[in-house]
Antibody, heavy 121, light 108 residues
Framework: QVTLRESGPALVKPTQTLTLTCTFSGFALTTSGMCVSWIRQPPGKALEWLARIDWDDAKYYSTSLKTRLTISKDTSKNQVVLTMTNMDPVDTATYYC?????????????WGQGILVTVSS | EIVMTQSPATLSVSPGERATLSCRASQSVRSNLAWYQQKPGQAPRLLISGASTRATGIPARFSGSGSGTEFTLTISSLQSEDFAVYYCQQYHNWPPFTFGPGTKVDIK
């Protein structure tokens, strides 16, 4: 059974850096073709893709956010970490991680439960 | 960047009725389109990939069709558990992967 779980702070202050961890089980990010992405969803709004990391350490970022995002992996811990710098109240959202099974594919399945991050002073 | 649009924004349907949701891409995505269902307080769940292939465990009442720029998700006979928000997502030209704004299916 494949599962993913997000962890990190529920509250960050403006200008701070957010660090989120996705801990997964049921697959290995060392397996050819495996990928993990981060997606966020502001309250009551639509989904926005943020970043993706592949089994071979290839990394891809949202065009509009790429200067603020860094994605990395720790295969020994089955974790993917996303950092977002210079947080702003508009970054308040539920942040999800999700698997892509196959680097030639692009759909997300399954998703973690999500973590709500509020940006406020 | 490929922009995805969905219509209608809200669809009111009675249980047992058919629901038809539309998704449009600003340029061709061929068949590289997925559909997700999201219920309140839950993460999205994959329903359809490749425009028409149901994900594992998805009931046959869900079907997807279309290619290029026009896509449809049909729920043949709405069950109580189907009332949710539905999103389409393209993965033809990325980054970025892009989602539509969603269609909310509620009870009429």
């Amino acid at each position: 059974q494949v599962t993913l779980r997000e962890s990190g702070p529920a509250l960050v202050k403006p200008t701070q850096t957010l660090t989120l961890t996705c801990t997964f089980s049921g697959f290995a990010l060392t397996t050819s073709g495996m990928c993990v992405s981060w997606i966020r969803q502001p309250p009551g709004k639509a989904l926005e893709w943020l970043a993706r990391i592949d089994w071979d350490d290839a990394k891809y970022y949202s065009t509009s956010l790429k200067t603020r995002l860094t994605i990395s992996k720790d295969t020994s811990k089955n974790q993917v970490v996303l950092t977002m710098t210079n947080m702003d109240p508009v970054d308040t959202a539920t942040y999800y991680c999700a698997r892509i099974m196959g680097s030639g594919r692009g759909w997300f399945d399954p998703w973690g439960q999500g973590i709500l991050v509020t940006v406020s002073s | 960047e490929i922009v995805m649009t969905q219509s209608p924004a809200t669809l009111s349907v009675s249980p047992g009725e058919r629901a038809t949701l539309s998704c449009r891409a600003s340029q061709s995505v061929r068949s590289n389109l997925a559909w997700y269902q999201q219920k309140p307080g839950q993460a999205p769940r994959l329903l359809i990939s490749g425009a028409s292939t149901r994900a594992t465990g998805i009931p046959a009442r869900f079907s997807g069709s279309g290619s290029g720029t026009e896509f449809t998700l049909t729920i043949s006979s709405l069950q109580s558990e189907d009332f949710a928000v539905y999103y389409c997502q393209q993965y033809h030209n990325w980054p970025p992967f892009t989602f539509g704004p969603g269609t909310k299916v509620d009870i009429k």
